[in-house]
């Protein structure tokens, strides 16, 4: 949807308050929906799909039977609460529902723009939860941090400022209006064909007061001349003047609800037209849906590839500034720099993740830029990601040549974590956000030093023989998490003690080279200047599962596992050897989640999963 579609969207949900909040279901992690009451007993189901669209549905699959956690923190704070407003910030793809329950407003924001999000907010604006944790370079949507909504956008410029925002865009007017403007490639060359301007030509040299007044008129349109019509391609909130056959209808919700495909099914259930399907059709169905996908993805692939090739200086300059900064600030201090740009190509990068020491950068499609590799090198990932995806439509395609076997049943709704480049060492997420990492032997003490610690991240190591090395990726306020961290995966928790002191330094302290007559062992290193010294740490480590927003066994201080998931166990010295930990830890959790979930977890609640988070040496499971 563009935001000329959330428009009219939004005002047709207006038109029904005053409203209710209902029950809200969790889907999958991409499927919403909001159960909306209205006067004389109407009911409606707001429906958003990440990223892609928000309007009213007819018709719902069976609810999961156990709500998920986010869900469950949405109806704990609006479930009763009356809808008090709804607005669009701008024509940006942002929809804010305001609801009032117990004395107080929530603010519920609908993100429809990237992979999308769903942030519930205080009346302070203080974010609640999102639903996906995320670090842009301009705001943060993390919980505790206030939401932020990004700058204004031309649509709501004065004259003036819209003349002024042309004048300085360097493309060509449709791709300054469908890109700067936030209006899409549809409504650009709509716009462009209403005012009489060429397209190609440049954004400085065309007609901005023409422009600006169809722009209003285009916005007012999307208001009060909401006529939907549907083609076979696409879905508009009024006719766009080019001709051809449409099928006009009452709603734009209306119209939406048509085009879109249903939501998915819950895992073992199915709605009721398709259990009216015979099995072998279903399946045959979901196939041709994956290929199409799969086919999807390719075209936007090489699109995006071609793109970064048209953009070659550009994101050169990018990654060769961003590697030099990245070895002597941390990624915190990066992501200020670039908070505070402008212009150029600070302008360009919309977030940092400093886990993959890479970069998001708007080139007109979002592309991923790995600032330790060369720019073919990043290309080339796009390449190889075309290329796995030819190979699955071959599969998807020779899959739908078979005979239908059996479907085996899938009990669980998240994607299982991806596997990455961190998994082989020690690792956690602090509880602000931060990649700790730790090195399982010598080996790995001496690579992530030599390989991995940048400027500005922090060397920590326990203060006894025989301790992992941790790097923190960036600054922490949890500090206190780190120390645990390398206090219990040291020698401390193989002696069996109950503390042990920590210390931590820069990364310019830290040297391979000896004093004259001195020997450096693999794996160790020379500290010089003074130290920052933790003492008395106490040793813990907790294990668990995260259900949310990925499935997979999290280990770490007991506090920053917390913070993910309420399944965990807590680990302290004692007397069972790594392995039995490891399997009585895997007992217990299956059968806190119960037999038939168990079954389903197989591939990621396992003892080899389990087993990389035991602290060396023995333990005693202790009930958090």
């Known amino acids: 949807m563009s935001g000329v579609d959330v428009h009219a969207v939004v005002t047709e949900w207006q038109r029904l308050l005053p409203l209710w909040i209902g029950k809200i279901y969790l889907f999958s992690s991409s499927h919403i929906v909001i159960r909306l009451q209205g006067q004389e007993h109407a009911r409606y ?68 723009f990237d992979d999308g999000n769903l942030v519930l907010c205080n009346d302070a604006w203080t974010i609640i939860q999102p639903l996906r944790p995320h670090k842009f370079r301009e705001r943060d949507l993390i919980a505790g941090a206030t939401y932020r909504f990004p700058p204004a956008d031309p649509a709501t410029f004065t004259r003036e400022g819209f003349s002024l925002f042309l004048k300085n865009d360097e493309r060509d007017v449709v791709r300054a209006l469908a890109v700067g403007a936030m209006l899409g490639g549809k409504y650009a060359e709509y716009l462009c064909r209403k005012a009489g301007v060429e397209k190609s030509m440049p954004a400085a040299a065309a007609d901005s007061g023409r422009l600006y007044l169809e722009l209003q008129a285009l916005i007012l349109r999307a208001k009060d001349g909401i006529a939907p019509v549907l083609t076979g391609k696409e879905c508009l909130p009024f006719p766009d003047d080019a001709g051809g056959e449409m099928s006009i209808i009452a709603s734009f919700n209306e119209a939406l609800d048509r085009f879109y495909p249903t939501i998915p099914s819950s895992p073992g259930e199915a709605t009721p037209a398709a259990r009216g399907l015979p ?78 020491a890479s970069v998001e950068v708007d080139i007109g499609e979002k592309v991923t830029l790995h600032v330790h590799e060369s720019l073919d090198s990043n290309i080339g990932r796009y390449f190889t990601a075309i ?15 078979r005979p239908v076997a059996p479907q085996k049943k899938i009990r669980t709704t998240a994607p299982v ?67 645990r961290f390398a206090a219990s995966y040291s020698g401390a928790w193989r002696s069996g003690h109950a503390t042990a002191d920590v210390y931590a330094a820069a990364p310019s302290q830290v040297s391979k080279t000896p004093e004259s007559g001195e020997y450096v062992s693999r794996g160790s290193f020379v500290i010089r200047g003074e130290r920052e010294y933790y003492r008395d740490v106490p040793l813990a480590a907790a294990i668990g599962l995260q259900r949310e927003p990925e499935l997979a066994v999290i280990g770490g201080p007991p506090s920053a596992v917390a913070k993910k998931t309420d399944l965990f166990l807590v680990l302290k010295p004692g007397t069972f050897e790594p392995n039995d930990t490891a399997k009585k830890v895997l007992r217990t959790l299956r059968e806190r989640v119960g037999e038939e979930e168990a079954k389903s977890l197989k591939s990621v609640l396992n003892t080899d999963q389990i087993a990389a988070f035991v602290p060396p040496g023995g333990s005693d499971i202790v009930e958090p």
């Open 45 to 112: 189901n707001l429906l958003i799909e990440n990223g892609k669209r928000a309007h009213l549905a007819s018709t719902l699959p069976v609810p999961p039977k156990i709500p998920p956690p986010f869900a469950m923190l949405l109806r704990k704070y609006l479930d009763g609460g009356r809808v008090l407003g709804i607005s669009q910030a701008g024509l940006q793809r942002i929809i804010c529902i305001d609801v009032g329950k117990q004395n107080t407003t929530f603010h519920l924001i609908i993100e429809l």
């Open 387 to 401: 290329k796995k995806l030819r190979k699955k439509i071959a599969g998807a395609k020779a899959a739908m040549d």
């Open 417 to 483: 974590m991806k596997k990455r480049w961190f998994h082989r060492y020690r690792w956690f997420t602090t509880s602000d956000g931060i990649l700790v990492l730790g090195g399982r032997d010598a080996s790995q003490n001496e690579e992530l030093v030599k390989k991995y610690m940048e400027g500005g991240d922090r060397f920590v190591h326990a203060d006894v023989h025989g301790a992992s090395v941790v790097i923190v990726k960036g600054a922490t306020t949890r500090m206190d998490e780190v120390v």
């Open 279 to 356: 099995k072998e059709e279903r399946i045959r169905q979901r196939q041709a849906e994956i290929l199409a996908k799969y086919e999807q993805k390719v075209v936007r692939t090489e699109k995006i590839a071609a793109m970064m090739y048209e953009s070659y200086p550009q994101l050169q300059e990018i990654i060769t500034v961003l590697d030099d900064a990245s070895r002597k600030m941390s990624w915190q201090e990066i992501e200020q720099v670039l908070r505070s740009g402008t212009s150029g190509p600070a302008k360009q990068i919309i977030s940092v993740n400093p886990a993959e």
